[in-house]
């Protein structure tokens, strides 16, 4: 795998700025998901939640540029599109492309109504889904120890679902199953990060959640590099 580490490990980015400190996430951000209607929803949504997004991905953006030698750049979710359903998740995905991010290789840092999630991404409009799932099961392996055990890590194939499954229980038959789908169905996706349930109290230590983002996005760099190939 590719070197992660072009400065003394444990080093960041934000030690070399002062940053004001982040707020975290508290029950009011979580709750904005059991409001009814789209109006009333999105309105919270856009007054609470999004400007911790917003700053998640000033902040953030700059450290996985160091670690992926490309720059990186955010965009927060705006759920223009919809007219009425209001949206059960919100997020900021940081990608290499300052247009967008979903036709490419992402990270992602956002809320469901029940956990908060920060992970890896390569959802259904990506590009080049099967050639990386090809280099994926050459290296399956590899892959397969990538997540640390009892960090709970989770492996997804959608993300429109809340539901992910722990990689501490899965096998690497279930493993090259996902890389496998993802290599042959048009509509396949897969995701890999840490899920923090709500009553989490890191959630609530904003320094601390940022820490951890940064850990998280360090431990899959592997996977981005090798979908951005």
């Known amino acids: 795998m590719t070197n992660l580490h072009p400065r003394p490990s444990g080093a960041s980015v934000l030690d070399e700025r002062s940053p004001s400190a982040f707020p975290g996430f508290g029950p009011a951000d979580f709750d904005v998901f059991a409001i009814d209607g789209l109006e009333p929803r999105m309105s919270a949504l856009i007054s609470g939640i ?67 999630f920060i992970q890896f991404a390569v959802i259904y409009e990506a590009e080049g889904k099967a050639e990386f799932a090809r280099r994926a099961l050459d290296r399956l392996d590899e892959l397969y120890a990538l997540p640390p055990a009892g960090q709970g890590y989770v492996w997804s194939g959608d993300h429109t679902r809340p539901e992910a499954a722990p990689h501490d229980g899965m096998s690497r038959d279930e493993l090259r199953a996902l890389f496998e789908r993802l290599r042959t169905v048009k509509a396949a996706e897969l995701l890999c990060g840490v899920h923090l349930d709500r009553s989490d109290p890191l959630l609530r230590d904003g320094e601390a959640f940022v820490r951890k983002a940064e850990s998280v996005f360090q431990t899959l760099m592997p996977l981005y590099l090798l979908a951005s190939r």
Do not use: C, M
């Open 50 to 116: 999004r400007p911790k997004l917003e700053e998640l991905g000033s902040r953030l953006s700059p450290e996985l540029s160091i670690l992926s030698g490309t720059e990186f750049h955010p965009h927060v979710a705006k759920h223009a599109r919809r007219t009425v359903n209001p949206p059960s998740d919100t997020w900021v995905a940081f990608a290499a492309n300052k247009r967008g991010y979903k036709a490419h290789p992402h990270f992602q840092i956002g809320l469901w109504g029940t956990h908060a």
